[in-house]
């Protein structure tokens, strides 16, 4: 089943603009994570966020949480070359369940 | 270094061969988790566990078999592989609730 969905979907951006994802879930969670992907290789686990808190902050990212909308975003300030990746968003609904949403693939033109 | 490590990293299998793909993890987590990824489908949870002994089916479990006898270890075993089972996998651990997983370098299967 799945639970986040991303949006959008593919994202193009220059070189030092500030790139927002969005992600929506459907059931109440116990946290949610973000994570990394660069083509094809393993994922990277980027920020999580308790479904007590309302935003959090890792460095350039940016994690907000709005549990009565079940939604989340991820805002990557700054953004450089090698932030060109995938991004999902997973949410834990306890015992340790990730579900994961379909990403967004993220561009940065130099 | 603290990591998840898969082998094989690629492997071509025939139909009904049966396979198994290991993972291992070096940072003594509890919680351990295996994955595939396909295009348009995203990364969908094959089967988890939250100790050893302790599995649990994921969303797609059928053709797929796992067993923890080791905490750090938590391969996955495909008893008679069909060309559906062709995908990327991904071994993911974490140490407590509330933190974030640690993923493997991938397993590109192919069922021919």
């Known amino acids: 089943s799945q639970q986040g969905e991303e949006d959008p979907q593919a994202l193009s951006i220059q070189e030092g603009e500030n790139a927002t994802m969005n992600c929506s879930y459907k059931?109440?969670?116990?946290?949610l994570q973000w994570y990394r992907q660069n083509s094809g290789r393993g994922l990277v686990h980027l920020i999580l966020i308790r479904s007590n808190e309302r935003e959090k902050h890792s460095g350039r990212l940016r994690v907000t949480l709005d549990t009565s909308k079940k939604s989340s975003s991820l805002l990557i300030t700054a953004s450089r070359a090698a932030d060109t990746a995938s991004y999902f968003c997973a949410t834990d609904g306890g015992a340790q369940k990730l579900v994961f949403g379909q990403g967004t693939r993220l561009t940065i033109n130099p | 270094e603290a990591q998840v490590t898969q082998n094989p990293r690629y492997l071509i299998t025939v139909t009904g061969k049966k396979l198994t793909v290991t993972c291992s993890q070096n940072m003594n987590h509890e919680y351990m988790s295996w994955y595939r990824q396909d295009p348009g489908l995203g990364l969908r949870q094959i089967y988890y566990s939250m100790n050893v002994e302790v599995t649990d089916k994921g969303d797609v479990p059928e053709g797929y078999k796992v067993s923890r006898k080791e905490k750090r270890n938590f391969p996955l075993i495909l008893e008679s592989p069909s060309p559906n089972q062709t995908s990327l996998y991904f071994c993911?651990?974490?140490?407590?609730?509330?933190?974030?997983?640690?993923f493997g370098s991938g397993t590109r299967l192919t069922v021919v």
């Open positions: 059931t109440s969670i116990n946290n």
């Open positions: 993911a651990s974490s140490g407590t609730a509330n933190y974030g997983y640690t």
